[in-house]
Structure formats: structure tokens, C-alpha cells
């Protein structure tokens, strides 16, 4: 596709039910990150993919959440029994970092916003 | 630990003024620094990416300026328009392999 794409644009769902958020990167890149946007709390890192392992996970808030990536392409966020706590924009970018770090932009989607009632 | 500041958190100027728009980092060891356009409920478009080694990037009116060793960029807006109206970002991609954003400084330009 053109860009990053991520389904549901929007997501409402009650506090316990599990959700899961999709993302589809930029064919071709090889990296993939998740991003939480809350008001008040900026961006923050969730986790890293690089093809289908997961270098990093450092951000992500609790064991409720968890990430897998299939055939180095979609990606899903699984968040198990939400907290209202877990409203946000969750966002997911792309890059092809195979060229490099120092000069590859991340392009993002334009996120599921997400609320817990 | 990285830490992005951008300050001030908004900002509302008249069209046509020139503006600059800073960022400050702590942690001078990164692969790249970029900054980010977020309009109301979409995601982020990329505007400018300047690598370590290189001190600026310029893209039609937009300028961006990187000192690593101080830890300092700036955007520079020229002649700006209602249409610029947004929210600008700061991030700084580094060795740990992520993005580390500041939170944004919303940008109003009055017609």
C-alpha cells in the first residue's frame, strides 16, 4: 500500500474485554513500532519489530499487553482485560532501516483511537 | 534516560510572520532527530529528518537545525500561513532503537 494503514480508526469496547489492534506497514519495511498517544503523556514507545522478532519491549505498560508480527508484514497490539487507564491513540510506524538508522524516516498510520467505558 | 523538551506548549502568531519553533535533548548520542507535523485526529507526517552528521535540512519553506553536541534544533517556519496550523513534533532516534518524542508545541497562524 501507499502508507502505513491500522484498523479499527476508532475502537470503544468495555472495561475487561480484549481488544486488538491491527497494523499494516509500508511494503518492503522491515521495521515496525508501536506508539501509545494519551493526553497529557506525549508520545511513548510500546515495542519494536524487526522482521517478526522483537528486539525490544521495554514499553509496553504491563503484561495485559502483547505484540506478534506474521510473515515480517501486519502486525497486531493485543490488549487483554483493558482499564479505562488503556484510552489512547495507538499509533504504528514503518521504516527500512536496511539502508541504514541514520537516514530513514518512520512514517506512521493515523492510529486507533481507543476507548475504555 | 533520552528526554525531548519542546517549549513553549503553544504558541499563536499572525500570518506572514517568520517563526522558529525549539526543541532540546539530553542524551547528544543519536542516529538521527526528526521533526513531525500531527494535525487534529491523524497520525504524524514526517516533515524533515536530519541525520547526526549533518547540521541542516531544508524542505520548501521549512528549515530544521541540529547541534548535537548541545543537545538544541530548531524548525524555522518562513512566512507563515493558517494552513501550517498544527501540532509540531520533536523525536530523536537513538541507539536503543526508538523514537523519543517531546510533546509537541501547537502551532496557531491567525489570517
Known amino acids: 500500500g501507499a502508507g502505513v494503514s491500522q484498523s479499527p480508526s476508532n475502537k470503544v469496547t468495555e472495561k475487561g474485554k480484549d481488544v486488538e489492534l491491527r497494523c499494516d506497514p509500508i511494503?518492503?519495511?522491515?521495521?515496525l513500532y508501536w506508539y501509545r498517544q494519551s493526553l497529557g503523556q506525549g508520545l511513548e514507545f510500546l515495542i519494536y519489530f524487526q522482521g517478526n522478532s522483537a528486539p525490544d519491549k521495554s514499553g509496553l505498560p504491563s503484561d495485559r499487553f502483547s505484540a506478534e508480527r506474521t510473515g515480517g508484514s501486519v502486525s497486531t497490539l493485543t490488549i487483554q482485560r483493558t482499564q479505562q487507564e488503556d484510552s489512547a491513540v495507538y499509533l504504528c510506524a514503518s521504516s527500512s532501516p536496511d539502508r541504514g538508522f541514520s537516514n530513514q524516516p518512520q512514517h506512521f498510520g493515523d492510529g486507533t483511537r481507543l476507548s475504555i467505558l | 534516560k533520552q528526554e525531548v523538551t519542546q517549549i513553549p506548549a503553544a504558541l499563536s502568531v499572525p500570518e506572514g510572520e517568520n517563526l522558529v519553533l525549539n526543541c532540546s535533548f539530553t542524551?547528544?548520542?543519536?542516529?538521527?532527530l526528526q521533526w513531525f507535523r500531527q494535525d487534529p485526529g491523524k497520525g504524524l507526517t514526517s516533515l524533515l529528518l536530519i541525520q547526526s552528521s549533518q547540521r541542516e535540512q531544508t524542505s520548501g519553506r521549512l528549515n530544521a537545525s541540529l547541534d548535537k553536541s548541545s543537545g538544541r534544533s530548531t524548525l524555522y517556519i518562513a512566512a507563515s500561513q493558517p494552513g501550517d496550523s498544527a501540532t509540531y513534533l520533536c523525536?530523536?532516534?537513538?541507539?536503543?532503537?526508538?523514537?523519543?518524542f517531546g510533546k509537541g508545541i501547537t502551532l496557531s497562524v491567525r489570517p
Open positions: 542524551d547528544s548520542a543519536i542516529y538521527n
Open positions: 523525536a530523536v532516534f537513538g541507539a536503543n532503537s526508538k523514537l523519543t
Open positions: 511494503s518492503g519495511h522491515t521495521a
